[in-house]
C-alpha cells in the first residue's frame, strides 16, 4: 500500500515485508509515477519495472523494515541531499548526485530515447530535416517543450538542457503528456516505452511518435538504485549489489527489465543485455 505527500506531512505506508521487529532497521522507498517504470495508482498499480525490482529487493533484505512513500522526484532529490534515509529505485548516476547519494549496479535501462511528437504534427515536424535537438533548443525556439524537474535523462541531452533550458518544467510524466496531447507542447525528449504507456493511459495508443535525433544515445541509460550517501546508504547499496548479482543473470529477472518494452524494441533491449550484466 502506498500513501501520498499531503499537506499534513509524509505518511509512511505499511510494511512490504515482514511486521516490524525491535531490531530492524528502516529503508524507505521513495516512489512517484513514472510509467511504465512506477504505477502509484491505477489497475497496474505496482507492477511496473521498478516496483517489481522494489518488491523483490524487499524480499531479500532481511533485517530492514520496508515502507514506500509517494512523493514528486524533485523532493526524493531535496531528501537525499538532507540526508534523509531513504532510496529510490531507478535513479541515474552523474557526478553531481555522486556528490550526495550513493548508486548501485545497474538495475534497469532507459532505451530508446526519442524526440515524441504528436503523431498529427510528425509531418510537420519532418519538413525540419534531420532532427538535432540543439538545433530545436536554439533554431527553433518557437516549438515548445518541457522538462522534468531534477531528471538526468543522458548526458549529451542534459548538457543541451542545461545550456539552453526550456521555459517549461513539469513533475510528472502523463502531465506532460496531457499537455503534448493538447497542444500546449511541441515535443518531449522521451524513452519510447513512457511514451507509449502514457498514450494508452490517455485512451489514445497511436497519438504520439518517437522520432530518432541526432543526440540520442546509442547504448542505453542505466537505472540504479540511488540511496542517501551516508554510511546508513553504503551499508543498504552494498546488501543490494549482492542481491543483484545473483540475480540479473536470471531469465526471471530479464523478464522484469523486458516488461512493458514495446515489440519493436526488444531486439535492441536484448542486444544490450550482455553489456547491462557487465555494468557495474
Avoid at 515485508?17 to 497496474?44: H, L, N
Avoid at 498499480?45 to 533485517?63: E, K, M, V
Avoid at 538526468?152 to 496531447?181: C, K, N, W
Amino acid at each position: 500500500m502506498v500513501k501520498r505527500w499531503g499537506l499534513a506531512g509524509l505518511v509512511v505506508a505499511l510494511a512490504l515485508s515482514a511486521p516490524v521487529r525491535a531490531e530492524d532497521k528502516q529503508i524507505t522507498w521513495s516512489v512517484y509515477d513514472a510509467a511504465p517504470f512506477m504505477m502509484t495508482e491505477g489497475t497496474d498499480q505496482n507492477t511496473g519495472i521498478f516496483d517489481r525490482i522494489r518488491q523483490l529487493l524487499s524480499d531479500r533484505l532481511t533485517g530492514y523494515a520496508h515502507s514506500t512513500l509517494t512523493v514528486p522526484f524533485p523532493r526524493i532529490i531535496t531528501s537525499l541531499k538532507n540526508g534523509a534515509e531513504w532510496c529510490f529505485v531507478g535513479g541515474v548516476k552523474t557526478p553531481e548526485r555522486e556528490s550526495f547519494a550513493v548508486f548501485s549496479r545497474p538495475v534497469a535501462m532507459f532505451y530508446p530515447l526519442r524526440v515524441v511528437v504528436r503523431a498529427a504534427n510528425r509531418a510537420r515536424v519532418e519538413t525540419l530535416g534531420a532532427l538535432s535537438l540543439r538545433n530545436l533548443l536554439t533554431e527553433h525556439r518557437s516549438l515548445r517543450t518541457s522538462i522534468l524537474r531534477n531528471r538526468a535523462i543522458a548526458p549529451a541531452v542534459d548538457a543541451l538542457f542545461r545550456q539552453y533550458p526550456p521555459s517549461q518544467t513539469h513533475s510528472e510524466f502523463g502531465e506532460a503528456f496531457r499537455m503534448l496531447l493538447n497542444d500546449r507542447l511541441d515535443y518531449l525528449v522521451e524513452f519510447s516505452s513512457i511514451a507509449a504507456y502514457n498514450a494508452r493511459q490517455i485512451g489514445e495508443p497511436d497519438a504520439f511518435v518517437g522520432l530518432p535525433f541526432a543526440e540520442e544515445n546509442q547504448e542505453p541509460v542505466f537505472a540504479r538504485v540511488m540511496c542517501a550517501g551516508t554510511p546508513w546508504g553504503r551499508e543498504v547499496v552494498a546488501r543490494i549489489d549482492a542481491v543483484l548479482a545473483e540475480e540479473r543473470p536470471s531469465p526471471a529477472y530479464r523478464q522484469i527489465v523486458e516488461a512493458w518494452t514495446a515489440d519493436e524494441d526488444l531486439p535492441r533491449i536484448r542486444a544490450v543485455y550482455d553489456t547491462f550484466l557487465a555494468s557495474d
